[in-house]
């Protein structure tokens, strides 16, 4: 030890010297969450206790399983979905026979929101940013010839997520499929949507008992279902740094948790289906200590603040998306390169799902030429690179590991500062992490426009005339084809049995009952997503943003 | 000179607010006064803040790819409320197609991504010294 510092004390003496002659390209080198960086990094950076840490063991920071994709390569998983529940079902079968090996549905947001395609505030936005439901009717649509037995399907659904899911389970009831054989995500994560996505509905105190309601349905009849999908990603689209990435999806993680324990349900019995949603930035390295770190912290929480003993329910398995905010409409192909290496960052990181993002999605959803090679690049990944090929391959750098011990003292710290003003609900209600994200937002804008950031194709390397891709349009008459199919199913359904269901859900909502079961019902009698959610927002109010700038 | 007013809107039901509140933070730090409706606005209630909050110019924000049903909408409210020297600009995920519409019904500029701060900046204030001209 004495020997190695003295080495390394003479070697910075030389490197002085070399530095007093040729001047660094910057005056500080720092990550995304300010972690200042050292010129090298050895033996003596790397926390000890880590010495011989293996995947597959607790804390997990290597990884959650001890073989990872030597067994199984994660799931390839496209977040598609667009105009009417036809088109987006031939996208999927499309998606499919490329060798996509699981769904993501994107919702438009009328649907995000429980509001149906014919609300006045519905108006321009139907189809637009994903698939428009209604109703049953849609969703049988939307999964005509996919055996639900033979797919995963992840629902980027959060306020009205119980009734999407109830909706996909009476798609499986028609199907003839067990519910114990689906196997999928809802992202269901509601606290995030106050402070970062903004689909949300119901104030959090109702919002969160829905949550609960539906841990406490699926731990008994959908077993192998990720009730939750607890994302940072939104939190980093909006600005966050990767430090706060982890520290705030974790403290909506543990409000979560605190309150189905309060509820009374047995934290093994739906800790293992919660799953997580992170954001793959473009600082390699720090993105793959980001992921190491939040699986030790996960499952520490779990086992020391939670007193979690089943195995799976220390597991922290994550899907990751690319950073959409890092795609330029400029020079929209260098994106390629860009999703390339930020999704090496997943791989390398040990996710369970990822999705590419397409180079056109700074200007429009994705064409399918560009969805394309954005899942080939996660092919190219898997199959050419040999990224694959042995468990967590970062592990033992100097740099890696000094830098997830680093990302985990400082998100312990975030988390600690969370715990004292009372959680992550207060937090949120006072502004507190809106105001850190917008913070962080603001500073890096900043810093591209002083070019402490260079973003190549526009702020630096520019070229004057741009070729415009081909771009996906939805047809605007999507709207209105959507509006007459909801008046048609409207006219033919069972008005009565529709009502009645209607005021059962209400009952449960008043009563504090578990909602799931009348949920399903009012859907199975077609009873509209904007009904559903109607009778929700007339017992539970709507939630009323306080947006400071 | 009083300081330039600048209602910031987010009409529709996108919840994409980071563009929205980073200029708004900008013009703010440019000396102007910003004003945020927060989301989920519909045109109605964003002419009526902009007339109540009597502001010098709308800024309207939107990725959804609502833009094109929303910002004109926005627009022909102003003039119809006799509020027709209110500016309107916009910006969000607007393919470039869709911008000689946007600006042939009102809308003066178009910001898509990758616009710098200044470049915001600078046209509000050229457009100021136009109608002082």
Not at chain 1, 2 to 25: I, N, S, T, V, Y
Not at chain 1, 389 to 398: A, F, I, K, N, R
Not at chain 2, 6 to 25: E, F, N, T
Not at chain 2, 70 to 80: G, H, R, S, T, Y
Request: glycine letters at 8%; a negative charge.
């Amino acid at each position: 030890m004495q020997d190695k510092q003295e080495r390394l004390a003479l070697w910075q003496k030389g490197l002085d010297k070399a530095k007093a002659r040729f001047p660094e390209r910057k005056d500080k080198f720092e990550t995304s969450s300010e972690i200042p960086l050292q010129t090298v990094y050895t033996a003596l950076d790397r926390p000890e206790a880590d010495d011989f840490a293996l995947p597959g063991e607790f804390p997990f920071t290597r990884g959650v399983q001890r073989n990872m994709y030597r067994g199984r390569l994660w799931t390839m998983r496209q977040y598609a979905g667009f105009a009417s529940a036809q088109e987006s079902n031939e996208r999927y079968k499309y998606l499919l026979s490329q060798g996509q090996t699981g769904l993501s549905v994107a919702f438009d947001l009328p649907t995000q929101i429980g509001l149906d395609s014919d609300h006045p505030l519905s108006e321009g936005e139907v189809g637009k940013v994903g698939v428009a439901i209604d109703s049953l009717a849609d969703m049988e649509i939307l999964f005509s010839d996919i055996p639900l037995d033979k797919v995963s399907t992840s629902m980027t659904i959060n306020a009205p997520a119980i009734v999407l899911l109830a909706m996909y389970l009476a798609v499986a009831e028609k199907q003839g499929v067990d519910w114990a054989k689906l196997k999928g995500t809802i992202q269901n994560d509601i606290l995030k949507e106050y402070v970062a996505r903004g689909t949300y509905i119901f104030p959090p105190e109702p919002s969160l008992k829905i949550i609960t309601d539906i841990f406490a349905f699926c731990a008994e009849k959908v077993p192998n279902w990720n009730t939750i999908s607890i994302s940072g990603y939104h939190i980093r689209e909006a600005g966050a740094t990767a430090v706060q990435e982890v520290a705030f999806t974790l403290a909506d993680a543990i409000c979560y948790v605190e309150t189905a324990v309060a509820a009374g349900l047995q934290v093994d019995d739906f800790a293992p289906r919660l799953s997580f949603f992170f954001n793959a930035h473009s600082n390699l390295f720090e993105e793959v200590a980001k992921f190491r770190a939040a699986r030790k912290l996960w499952a520490e929480i779990m086992s020391k603040r939670f007193g979690a003993k089943a195995p799976k329910s220390l597991l922290l398995r994550f899907h990751t998306q690319t950073a959409g905010s890092t795609l330029t409409a400029q020079q929209p192909d260098n994106n390629v390169v860009r999703v390339a290496l930020q999704a090496l960052s997943a791989v390398l990181g040990g996710t369970q799902s990822l999705h590419t993002n397409s180079r056109d999605e700074a200007m429009a959803l994705p064409s399918e030429d560009s969805v394309r090679i954005a899942l080939r690049t996660q092919q190219i990944i898997a199959h050419e690179t040999g990224a694959a090929d042995v468990v967590d391959p970062l592990g033992g750098s100097y740099y890696i590991e000094n830098l997830t011990a680093q990302i985990e003292d400082r998100v312990k710290e975030m988390l600690a500062k969370i715990d004292e003003l009372g959680g992550a609900v207060a937090a949120i209600n006072s502004g507190f992490i809106q105001r850190q994200i917008q913070d962080s937002a603001y500073k890096y804008q900043l810093d591209v426009e002083t070019k402490d950031q260079i973003i190549v194709g526009v702020n630096q390397f520019t070229v004057e005339d741009e070729s415009q891709p081909e771009l996906l349009r939805v047809d605007p008459a999507v709207g209105i084809e959507q509006q007459q199919r909801l008046t048609e199913l409207k006219g033919q359904r069972n008005a009565q049995a529709v009502e009645q269901t209607l005021a059962t859900v209400r009952q449960a909502a008043e009563k504090g009952d578990n909602l799931f079961p009348p949920v399903l019902d009012a859907v199975r009698a077609y009873a509209s997503l904007g009904e559903i959610c109607g009778v929700l927002r007339e017992v539970y109010g709507e939630y009323q943003a306080k947006d400071l700038v | 000179m009083a300081p330039i007013r600048v209602l910031m809107a987010k009409p529709g039901l996108d919840g994409h607010d980071r563009g929205a509140k980073v200029v708004s933070r900008a013009l703010r730090d440019a000396g102007m006064e910003v004003i945020y409706t927060g989301l989920r606005q519909s045109p109605d209630q964003i002419v009526q803040a902009a007339i109540q909050e009597d502001v010098d110019f709308v800024g309207l924000s939107c990725l959804s790819g609502a833009h094109n049903s929303l910002f004109p909408k926005v627009v022909e409210l102003l003039k119809e409320r006799g509020a027709g020297e209110i500016a309107v600009f916009g910006g969000g995920v607007i393919p470039e197609a869709d911008i000689p519409g946007l600006r042939a019904a009102g809308i003066e500029a178009v910001f898509t991504p990758g616009t710098s701060l200044e470049e915001i900046v600078s046209f509000i204030r050229e457009r100021v010294k136009k109608d002082h001209a």
